[in-house]
């Protein structure tokens, strides 16, 4: 009992000690290159950098294989990432039309809406940073921490402690900052404090949701379906991507009848979300059984 439980707050202390380096590296480069960056934005890209690092020794710690984490053979990898895109485009489209035909989101008529604009918002503001960001986090979320949650605990008991930590992590944010003359060797913590209280804030609890059937989703696909990593990164892009380009086409209206459906983590995901979903993945398990 007492080791499942370690191995259950393993994640807990990881994320530790990847904060306290991003605090002591962000110190360092605070003091020796000046006030370049804000101290906020590098303790928060500094652990999302050790996190991602943590995945080689922590790999060869719990003896896994890349392809226990869900890494695939090339060609298998690509082919799951179009496939995962693709599902991630049929999911999540829905939603999106159902924002605009609720009035919850506006289309935004005033951008200048020509072509090297559209494709830079495409290409540049959307499908990179979405690459990006699922290159980062599926590996650690749907790779090793589901993986090795796994070798101690039974598919759905591993899925639910992934999709909590990753839902929780996405609010592990800072709302203060430091100026760069009160900064000392502490102040990085009094960052990761705040952050913590926000990370339990019940403003977030719609978000949270949304965002935890997202990781039991992709959990399912990864230890119920035995999808590799591939589909996760291409479903995960592709909601990203639809989500930002959501953001940069249309604005947010308060006075919606239907508002309280969004949350004010990104004005999308929400309750609308997690219903959505629920129904998506109690259909895929009626289907199997």
Partial sequence: MIHKITVVLSPLAVLCVAMILACLLTYG????????WSMKRLISKGTQLFLVLSIFPLTKYLKLSWSDIGFT?????????????????????????????????VF????????????KMLLLSALLPALLISLIEEPI????????????????????????????????????DIAYEDITLFSGFQLIANALDNAVSLKNLSAF??????????????????LGLGFCIGCHTAWVFLIKITK????????ADYFYLVSSYDGVIGMLVSFWLLIVISAFVVIRR
């Fill in 73 to 105: 053979a090339k060609p298998v990898f690509y082919r799951e990432a179009l496939k995962g895109f693709v599902v991630g485009l049929v999911v999540l489209l829905p939603i999106i039309s159902l924002l605009f035909f609720l009035g919850i989101r």
């Fill in 248 to 255: 940069n086409i249309s604005s947010l209206d308060g006075n």
């Fill in 141 to 176: 979320f749907r790779g090793l921490l589901l993986s090795s949650q796994y070798k101690y605990f039974s598919k759905f008991s591993a899925i639910i402690i992934s999709a909590i930590c990753y839902a929780g992590l996405h609010f592990l944010k800072a709302d203060i």
């Fill in 29 to 36: 480069v605070l003091i020796g290159l000046g006030d370049v």
């Fill in 108 to 119: 935004d008529v005033e951008k200048p809406w020509i072509v090297f604009s559209i494709i």
């Fill in 209 to 226: 949701f949304a965002l935890f059937m997202v990781g039991i989703f992709l959990g399912g696909a990864r230890l119920y379906k035995g």
